[in-house]
């Protein structure tokens, strides 16, 4: 029902054991029938260990998450893009400071550089900021790349609040904006 009722959703798996926690086998199959049903619909994987278990989507991961889903010698453009010819769907490589790779075709990656931060910063959070920023673009209309611009933006201004899992209000991405894009 929940599935019927939204534009999208975001399946966050940070479970590293199997079959352990909601996003186990059942579900994955489940929302698996359901993106066949509805290949409209924006289905965002983020998972930590089980980014090789889905085979439809938007899959977000780090490098080491990317890596791990193929060949460990082979580059991470490569693994993004062979997961790219599985879903159809962009793949998303966040990367830190240095922003977010976006695999847009099976044979096409682009780097989307991040927005330095001067002074202290705190990551815990980074990552899930990231997939918020980018998740809300894509259901406005926003490309895959637009969207990794709005997720680097949004990363940008969490990771300065220090002990907080942080959040970016709608005047604090326009301030952030105007300051790294004069």
């Known amino acids: ?51 090789h278990e889905f085979s439809y989507g938007v899959l977000k991961g780090n490098e080491a ?39 847009t075709s099976h044979s096409e990656t682009v780097q989307v550089p991040g927005f330095g931060v001067a002074g202290p910063v705190d990551i815990v959070g980074a990552g899930d900021s990231a997939t918020s920023g980018i998740v809300a673009s894509l259901l406005v209309g926003a490309d895959a790349i637009e969207a990794a611009i709005v997720g680097n933006l949004v990363a940008s201004v969490t990771v300065q609040k220090i002990g907080i899992t942080g959040t970016a209000t709608p005047d604090e991405l326009v301030a952030r904006y105007q300051e790294v894009i004069p």
Request: aromatic share 4%; charged share 30%.
């Open 65 to 103: 998450e990317l890596r791990a889903t193929g060949n460990e010698k082979c580059c991470l453009e490569d693994s993004m893009q062979r997961i790219h010819e599985i879903t159809g769907r962009p793949v998303y490589c966040t990367r830190g400071e240095d922003g977010i790779l976006v695999s």
């Open 1 to 51: 029902r929940l599935f019927q009722e939204t534009d999208g959703i975001i399946v966050l798996d940070q479970i590293n054991e199997t079959n352990w926690g909601v996003i186990n086998e059942g579900v994955r199959n489940t929302l698996g029938q359901l993106c066949k049903m509805h290949p409209e619909k924006l289905v965002f994987v983020d998972s930590r260990k089980h980014l």
